[in-house]
C-alpha cells in the first residue's frame, strides 16, 4: 500500500515535489474511495488518484520518478557493475540543480509495517540512502548511508532494530548500488519484505507500451482465460469467447530484412520465449459465431485487451499499479469502468490502488472522485514540474463542476495555446 511518494531534482521535477495518498478532510465516499490498513497509528488511504496537466508538463516524468527508483531497488546490486552509469537525468536547465544528485523518497506498507524508503543518486554514485520502519507506530531508523566528499568515504549508521551481518553488507556494498539491494542479496530476512514490495508490490505501465502477452498467459488456465472473458463483456466489446494457443519464439517470427547476425542475436535473447497466437468471436445478430485475429480487432480493443490483465492481476492482489496516459482510444466511461474497478469494495477487496495520469476530463464532473484524490501538475516559468492536489483551491463539495473549472483554468495545469505566434 502506498502513503506518499517523494521527488526532486528528477527531469522535469527540480524542487521536491510530493504525491500523497492520505485522506483528506471530508466524507464524502469514504466507504468506497478510501480505507484505512490494518496497522497501527496508520490513517485512512484512497484508492485512486488521477492526475491531469497539459502535455510536456510533467506527468509522464513522475511515473517514469516511481519507475527509476524501482529499477535501481531491483538492479543496482544483482545486474550493475563497478563503474556502471545509473540511469538518472537531474534537472538539467539550472546550473545548479544538474551538478546535484537526484532524490527519491516513498512511504509505503508491507507485511503490516509501514516504511520510509529513499536515497540521492547521480549517475555515478550513490550519495545519501535511509530507511525507517514504523512496527508499533514508533519510528526506528534502521539504516544510513552519507557520502562525506572530503574523506570520499560514506558514514555509516547502523541501527539496533536492524539484525543480521551488518558489516559484511555495509562492505560488500559499491559506491553504485543500493545497501538494501546489497544486503537482501546477501540474505537479509529483515530487509526482505521491503525489497519484495518494489519488487511485487508496485508496478508501472503506460498504454502504449502494454503488451497484450501478460493479458494471454492468463488465458492459458480455464479459470483465467473465464475471470479474462468476464472482465471484456463487463466492458462490452462484444467479445463472446477467446482462444489463445502459443508456440515458440523461431525465425520466422522475425522480419525477412533482418541482418543475419540480429537474427542470431534476438533468438539467443529470446530462446524459449512463447509467442501467443490471439483470436475473438464475435456473434452476428443471428447468433452465428465468427473468429477474428487479434490483430483484426480495433486498436482500442487491443490496447484494453492488454490491460486487463495487469488489471486483474493488480485487484486480486491488492498491488499498486501506476499507469501513464489512461485514456488514448478509450471511451470516456471505459475509463470510468476501470477506475469504478478500485472504487468497489466488491472488484477491489484487498485495496489495490491505482495512480494515473489522463486528459480524459469527463470523469471529473461525475461522481467518481473525492477532491483529494484529483492533482494537477504543471511547469513554472523556468520550466521546472509543480505538482498540487484539488484540494488546495477548496472546491465546494457537491457544487462546484470541477470539469468546467478545470478547462476554464481554474486550476491551472492547461496548455497555453497561441495561433497568433505561428509564421
Not at 382 to 410: H, M, V
Request: glycine residues 6%; proline residues 4%; neutral net charge.
Amino acid at each position: 500500500m502506498l502513503i506518499e511518494f517523494n521527488v526532486k531534482n528528477y527531469r522535469s521535477l527540480k524542487d521536491e515535489q510530493i504525491l500523497s495518498l492520505t485522506k483528506a478532510k471530508g466524507r464524502e465516499m469514504v466507504g468506497i474511495n478510501t480505507f484505512r490498513p490494518n496497522v497501527f497509528n496508520t490513517i485512512q488511504l484512497l484508492k485512486t488518484t488521477a492526475l491531469y496537466g497539459a502535455n510536456a508538463s510533467g506527468k509522464s516524468n513522475l511515473l517514469s520518478a516511481v519507475r527509476t527508483m524501482k529499477n535501481i531497488v531491483l538492479e543496482s546490486a544483482s545486474k550493475w557493475q563497478r563503474g556502471d552509469i545509473l540511469p538518472v537525468t537531474p534537472f538539467l536547465l539550472d546550473v545548479t540543480s544538474k551538478t546535484l544528485p537526484s532524490e527519491f523518497e516513498i512511504i509505503f506498507i508491507a507485511d503490516s509495517i509501514r516504511y520510509q524508503y529513499g536515497f540521492a543518486v547521480s549517475s555515478e554514485k550513490i550519495h545519501e540512502e535511509w530507511l525507517l520502519a514504523f512496527p508499533k507506530g514508533r519510528p526506528q531508523r534502521w539504516f544510513t548511508r552519507l557520502w562525506n566528499k572530503e574523506t570520499k568515504t560514506y558514514e555509516w549508521e547502523m541501527g539496533s532494530s536492524l539484525s543480521g551481518n551488518k558489516q559484511i553488507w555495509q562492505n560488500a556494498t559499491r559506491d553504485n548500488a543500493l545497501f538494501l539491494s546489497t544486503a537482501v542479496q546477501l540474505n537479509s530476512e529483515q530487509l526482505q519484505p521491503v525489497y519484495d514490495w518494489f519488487k511485487n508490490t508496485l508496478r508501472t505501465l503506460t498504454i502504449e507500451g502494454c503488451n497484450p502477452g501478460f493479458t494471454a498467459s492468463l488465458c492459458k488456465s480455464d479459470s483465467g482465460r473465464e475471470k479474462v472473458l468476464d472482465f471484456l463483456k463487463a466492458a462490452d466489446l462484444g467479445i463472446h469467447e477467446l482462444s489463445v494457443e502459443t508456440e515458440k519464439m523461431s525465425e520466422k517470427h522475425l522480419p525477412d530484412n533482418l541482418p543475419e547476425e540480429f537474427k542470431t542475436e534476438l533468438l539467443e535473447d529470446m530462446e524459449g520465449s512463447l509467442i501467443y497466437n490471439i483470436s475473438t468471436v464475435h456473434q452476428t445478430r443471428h447468433g452465428k459465431p465468427v473468429s477474428f485475429d487479434f490483430d483484426e480487432e480495433s486498436d482500442g480493443t487491443q490496447k484494453f485487451f492488454a490491460l486487463t490483465g495487469p488489471i486483474i492481476d493488480t485487484l486480486e492482489n491488492g498491488y499498486v499499479l501506476f499507469i501513464d496516459e489512461l485514456h488514448g482510444n478509450f471511451h470516456p466511461k471505459m475509463v470510468r469502468f476501470l477506475v469504478d474497478l478500485f472504487h468497489s469494495n466488491k472488484t477491489n477487496p484487498n485495496n489495490a490502488q491505482l495512480i494515473f495520469t489522463s486528459h480524459e476530463t469527463s470523469i471529473l464532473s461525475q461522481e467518481t472522485f473525492r477532491r483529494d484524490q484529483i492533482w494537477f501538475c504543471e511547469k513554472d516559468k523556468k520550466q521546472a514540474t509543480r505538482l498540487y492536489p484539488l484540494t488546495d483551491f477548496s472546491p465546494r463539495k457537491g457544487r462546484e463542476n470541477i470539469e468546467a473549472g478545470y478547462l476554464s483554468g481554474r486550476y491551472g495545469a492547461l496548455p497555453y495555446t497561441n495561433i497568433a505566434e505561428l509564421r
